[in-house]
Nanobody
C-alpha cells in the first residue's frame, strides 16, 4: 500500500486545514503522526477500519477530527483552531493494529508540512 498525504500549508493561528491521506489500496487502521524537529515524532490520531473508533492525542482533542471514506481509500484530518505549536510535518501511516505507537504501522507516506503563524 502506498500512501500520499496532502493538504498542508501556511495558515494563521485560529485557522483550519484539512489533510488528506490517499491510499493505493484498502487500509485497516490509519493514523496521523507529526514531527517538528528537533522534537520526537508525536501521535496525533488513529481511526479504525470502519471509522467507528477514533483516538486522539490530548494536545489535539476537541480541535482535530479524523475521518475516512473507504470508497475513496482516503483518510482525512480536519484541523480546527490551529495553534503555532501544531506546526510540524504531518505523516499518515497504515497498519493492522489500532495503536498510538509508530512502530506498529507498516506503511508510511511522505509528510505534508503545516505551519501555523501566530
Amino acid at each position: 500500500v502506498q500512501l500520499q498525504a496532502c493538504g498542508g500549508g501556511l495558515v494563521q493561528a485560529g485557522d483550519s486545514l484539512r489533510l488528506s491521506c490517499a491510499a493505493s489500496g484498502r487500509t485497516y487502521f490509519v493514523s496521523w503522526f507529526r514531527q517538528a524537529p528537533p522534537k520526537a515524532q508525536e501521535f496525533v490520531a488513529v481511526i479504525s477500519w470502519d471509522g467507528r473508533s477514533t483516538t486522539y492525542a490530548d494536545s489535539v482533542k476537541g480541535r482535530f477530527t479524523i475521518s475516512r471514506d473507504n470508497a475513496k481509500n482516503t483518510v482525512y484530518l480536519q484541523m480546527n483552531s490551529l495553534k503555532p505549536e501544531d506546526t510540524a510535518v504531518y505523516y499518515c501511516a497504515a497498519g493492522v493494529s489500532y495503536t498510538q505507537y509508530g512502530g506498529g504501522y507498516d506503511y508510511w507516506g511522505p509528510g505534508t508540512p503545516v505551519t501555523v503563524s501566530s
